[in-house]
């Protein structure tokens, strides 16, 4: 295997970083009350000093009262929480690593398993979550102005707070991709719409804002998904013509990086073509894209959940289509999740080390 081209430097305006592999945003829980603690901070830390070129954070929420399903998830408002993420890049930074936190409204939720609800409703384009399943609030004009306002925020924050870049969660049926489905989209104003383009209206207000609240030369990056958790199947965008559609206003708006969430990296996206998710993405965009989805291991994320166990795959295939341009970054999970010093250990070719991945990972914050 030889994965050269996973360790050129990658630079995109301010943003440079020493090789091609990010760490991709995986939710941890490990945040109470909303505050990231010092071990937070140093689970960071050590895929800084294992070499990770790009990390983005797990997802953390913005200033609204029902933006979170979980208590424990991070904040990315509020003194306290801020000052943990200062800790957090920091101690980043001091390893030689960049960073992006994920900025993150969750939108409209099923309740959390432990009982926990928010202060207030829910709040979402139309109340729904999937298909006839409403558990929340339709966002009034001012819900939606005032959520637009707390992503800019959270936004100017992140660079405040020193980190590289950033990254808006539009993805995996949360509130940004509940404005872009019809099955969770069913507005008749500005923020609604018949065709996939009208619904992109509220993505790229608030990817203006943060645009206006970041300057011109701070990246800005965007999780898009076709799939939901609800229906795997699922397509925004049928075809490369959809998709250009749909990727064009959010390019025009402000997004740099398209990061291109699929559950198998290597399937194709539209017959035809064996070009996946981001490879489509650059092709219609021209944009940089970052590829994600069962780098390095054998099986998918939501099956480890069901307690499945994952082995160590080989990259070659990831690497070709990386040589062939198809894509500019590559998203690590569980690799990453498990084990700190992965980068490091295909860099140095002793993949006999490599770990697997199972459930009991997820329990805890693994340091080493």
Known sequence: MQSDSLFRPFSLKSLNIKNR???????????????????????????????????????????????????????????????????????????????????????IMDNHHSGWVPPVPFEGPSGLNRQDFVNGNTMTDKDIADTIAAFGKAAAD??????????????????????????????????????LPERTRFATEVIREVRKQVGEDFPIIIRLSQFKPSNYQNKLAGNPQELEAWLTPLADAGVDIFHCSQRRFWEPEFEGSDLNFAGWAKKVSGKATITVGSVGLTGEFMAAFRGESSEPSSLDELIRRMDRGDFDLVAVGRPLLADPYWVQKIREERTSELKGFTKEALGELVLG
């Open 21 to 107: 592999i990010v760490m991709a945003p995986m939710t941890r829980s490990f945040s109470p009350n909303g505050i990231p603690t010092d071990v937070v901070a140093a689970y960071y830390q050590r895929r800084a000093e294992g070499e990770v070129g790009l990390i983005l954070s797990e997802g953390t929420v913005i200033d609204r009262p029902s933006s979170s399903n979980d208590p424990d998830i991070p904040h990315f408002h509020g003194e306290r929480a801020l000052a943990g993420w200062q800790r957090v890049i920091n101690a980043v930074h001091q390893s030689g690593g960049a960073m992006a936190p994920q900025i993150w409204h969750m939108g």
């Open 158 to 195: 992140a660079k405040r707070l020193g980190f590289d870049t950033l990254e808006l969660h539009g993805a995996h049926g949360y509130l940004i991709d509940q404005f872009f489905w019809d099955v969770t989209n069913k507005r008749t104003d500005i923020f609604g719409g018949k065709t």
